[in-house]
Nanobody, 121 residues
Framework: QVQLVESGGGLVQAGGSLRLSCAAS????????MGWFRQAPGKEREFVAAISWSGGSTYYSDSVKGRFTVSRDNAKNTVSLQMNSLKPEDTAVYYC??????????????WGQGTQVTVSS
């Protein structure tokens, strides 16, 4: 069992930045890859970024590549998503998840409750 709690969401103007954090507890955090996903109203949940268990490999969707950076601190059991140059289309509920590090929703078995990010134009 693992518990994931996201924080850091909010309202920001286009072009601004936010940093999301996800705190993990339960099973051995450092043994699993972590992913970030997002879901906008009326849309399916989509992959944003993933990071390997060691932090040595990262993977981004084309829509956020170059703007978002995922990182993790295994000593603190946290994973973060630095979001820069935000666009209105980044507006969504953002979720962190523990799993296989792929871009597939079904590759993750534990999910946080989500944090809302709203980007105004």
């Amino acid at each position: 069992q693992v518990q994931l709690v996201e924080s850091g969401g909010g309202l920001v103007q286009a072009g601004g930045s936010l940093r999301l954090s996800c705190a993990a507890s339960g099973r051995t955090f450092r043994s699993y890859a972590m992913g970030w996903f997002r879901q906008a109203p009326g849309k399916e949940r989509e992959f944003v970024a993933a990071i390997s268990w060691s932090g040595g490999s990262t993977y981004y969707s084309d829509s956020v590549k170059g703007r978002f950076t995922v990182s993790r601190d295994n000593a603190k059991n946290t994973v973060s998503l630095q979001m820069n140059s935000l666009k209105p289309e980044d507006t969504a509920v953002y979720y962190c998840a523990s799993g296989d590090g792929s871009s597939a929703v079904w590759g993750y078995d534990y999910w946080g409750q989500g944090t809302q990010v709203t980007v105004s134009s």
